[in-house]
C-alpha cells in the first residue's frame, strides 16, 4: 500500500472484504463510517497507513475481527473482548431470550450466569431487567476482568465471582430462581475447533476435551443445591446434543424440560424446572 494513496483506493482494492476493510478504516483514520464516505478522497498518512498495514495483516492470518476491534455487539450492545474470552454470538441470544420470557413466580428474582466470559448474558439481563439480582462466574481472572468492565461501561449491576463453576458458593445458603450457562461443549475432535475465528479464542472455553458434555453432567450434579425449587436451570448447547440434554435434565430430576431451536432451526437451548422432593 501506497503512503499517497487514498481511503477509496483501499476500499476498492479487494485487499479485504469491503465491510471490514471500512471497519479497520474506521480505527486506522479515526473517521466514522459516513466520514469515510464523504472524505473518500482523502489521503491516508504514513502514521494512519502504518496502523493500517497492521490491522490488515492481522486480519490476513485469520485473527477474528472482534479482537482487532476490540468490541463485539450482542443485543444490541457493544462488548468489548479480548483473547480471553469468547466472541458473543447470535446463537446466544436465543438463551437471553428464553431466559426473558420465563414465567416470573417473584418480583425478585436471582439470576446466576456461570462460565460468563465477557459478561454478555448476565450483563444483557441486568440490563433488561434492572430490577433482578444478578451474580455471574468465572474460573479466569482475564475474562472476569473483561467482564467487569462491560458491566461498568453499560451500567450494569452484576455481582462477579473468581470461581469454578458453584465452588465460591459451597457452604453457603445462597439460592436462585434462575441458573444459565453457557459451557464448553464443542466434541475435542470437531473439526471446526480449527477453522475459523475460533482457532484464536480460549480453547478452554470452547472443548471441555473429553465429549463435549461432561460439564453437563458436572452443572446437573450441583445445580439443585443452589436452584430455588421451581427455579429454571437454561443452558446453550451444540446444534446436534439437544436430545443427550435433554436426558441429562430427565436423569437429575428436572421436569417441563424443552428445547428451543435458533433461527436456523437447529436445536440450541434447553430448559428444565427443579421440582420439590
Not at 147 to 176: C, I, K, P, Y
Request: proline fraction near 4%; aromatic fraction near 6%; include cysteine.
Amino acid at each position: 500500500m501506497k503512503p499517497s494513496s487514498t481511503i477509496q483506493s483501499h476500499l476498492r482494492a479487494g485487499v479485504l472484504p469491503t465491510l471490514e476493510m471500512r471497519m479497520l478504516l474506521t480505527v486506522a483514520t479515526g473517521l466514522s463510517h459516513v466520514q469515510l464516505i464523504s472524505r473518500a478522497h482523502d489521503v491516508i498518512t504514513t502514521t494512519q497507513m502504518m496502523t493500517l498495514d497492521a490491522l490488515v495483516t492481522r486480519r490476513l492470518s485469520g485473527e477474528p475481527m472482534a479482537y482487532i476491534l476490540g468490541s463485539r455487539e450482542f443485543f444490541g450492545r457493544d462488548f468489548l473482548v479480548s483473547p480471553a474470552v469468547l466472541i458473543p454470538r447470535p446463537d446466544t441470544e436465543l438463551l437471553v431470550e428464553v431466559v426473558l420470557n420465563l414465567p416470573s413466580r417473584t418480583q425478585n428474582i436471582r439470576a446466576l450466569d456461570l462460565g460468563t466470559g465477557s459478561g454478555a448474558i448476565a450483563i444483557t439481563l441486568a440490563c433488561e431487567r434492572p430490577d433482578w439480582r444478578v451474580c455471574a462466574v468465572d474460573v479466569s481472572g482475564a475474562a472476569l476482568m473483561v467482564a467487569r468492565e462491560n458491566a461498568t461501561r453499560l451500567d450494569a449491576h452484576v455481582s462477579f465471582f473468581e470461581s469454578d463453576w458453584f465452588s465460591v458458593f459451597q457452604g453457603s445458603n445462597a439460592q436462585f430462581d434462575i441458573i444459565v450457562s453457557n459451557p464448553p461443549y464443542i466434541e475435542p475432535a470437531d473439526e471446526h475447533l480449527s477453522q475459523g475465528d475460533v482457532r484464536f479464542e480460549p480453547i478452554t472455553a470452547l472443548t471441555d476435551g473429553i465429549d463435549g458434555l461432561s460439564c453437563y453432567r458436572t452443572l446437573l450434579l450441583e445445580v439443585a443445591t443452589h436452584l430455588a425449587v421451581g427455579g429454571h436451570f437454561v443452558v446453550e448447547h451444540g446444534f446436534t446434543q439437544g436430545e443427550a440434554v435433554r436426558d441429562l435434565f430427565a436423569q437429575a430430576g428436572f421436569s417441563s424440560i424443552q428445547t428451543h431451536r435458533d433461527l436456523a432451526g437447529h436445536e440450541r437451548v434447553t430448559l428444565g424446572i427443579l421440582q420439590g422432593l
